[in-house]
């Protein structure tokens, strides 16, 4: 096995050792958890996705008026470097970029150069067993935070409103929850998005409901398209996910991860249902082809 303590991070333009990988404690990004990152996903030599995941991070950081340093070219160039340097086929990224070190003041002015940091590591994978079997997963009391203050569509360094409903899902021995909106309805679980399926049709909740705009989601529907099954981006309510016949999450971690159980009722048969199967093949699929190539 190889030493996870040899790893080396991405911090502001230089590799250093996961051990020298530290970051100021006036750096707002911990003071106020001013910043912005993306979770990506490397499948043998293939980075996933990287563009959609970089047209995110540079939108997030357009709303916070947070200046990426660095270009997009230059951004998967020191992701690939990352990558090589670890000598990682198959790994998770985790590309952040805070405010940077300021004074103990919110204002974001008096932070004259943001931190990047890139942390390319091995994946850690729900179990197998999930995947043939589903998850059970209930409704957690937080809900999604509103457009009109941290609009979910940024993937903020603020976790918090998705933290509290982690907590919330392994207080209740469940993997994940799902979060309902100011008015009730699904928006979608605290690192993944949610599908429906009914009547050979595939539901999704519309971003505008409060959810954030899935790179998984967005493949996941693309898939649908091609496939000639039915797709629509829908508002749905817990009772429709009760009387759906299948459900599944979507996310980089998890990929496509069929669910079974909800608040206690059973979610079809109760078993990861043809949709569900199919969906989940054709994504392993397109995760082997779609992406930016590598060579170690
Ligand atoms: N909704 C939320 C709130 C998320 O944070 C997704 C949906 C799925 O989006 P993508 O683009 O990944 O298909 C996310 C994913 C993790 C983890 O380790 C996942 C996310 C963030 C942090 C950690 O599972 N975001």
Known sequence: MRNNNR???YLNGKLVDKSE????????GLLYGDGVFEGIRSYEGLVFKLKEHLDRFFESAKTLMLKIPLSREE???AIVLTLKTNRLKDAYIRLVTTRGEGDLGLDPRKC?????????DRIVLYPRKLYREGLEIITVPTQRNIPAAVDPQIKSLNYLNNILAKIEAVNAGKEEAIMLNHAGYVAECTGDNI???????????????????GITRMAVI??????????????????NVFNAEESFLTGTAAEVIPVVKVDGRMIG??????????IMREFHKLTRTDGVRYRL
């Open 7 to 9: 790893l080396k991070v």
């Open 21 to 28: 990988a530290k970051v100021s404690v006036f750096d707002h």
């Open 75 to 77: 951004l998967t160039e």
């Open 112 to 120: 004259d150069r943001p931190t990047i940091i890139i942390i390319t």
């Open 195 to 213: 599908f429906i399926a009914k009547g050979g049709e595939l539901l999704t909740p519309p971003t505008y409901v409060g959810a954030l705009r």
């Open 222 to 239: 693309a898939i649908a398209r091609r496939e000639k099954i039915p797709i629509r981006e829908e508002v749905i309510t817990r009772h």
């Open 269 to 278: 048969k109760g078993k990861p249902g043809p949709l569900t199967l199919r």
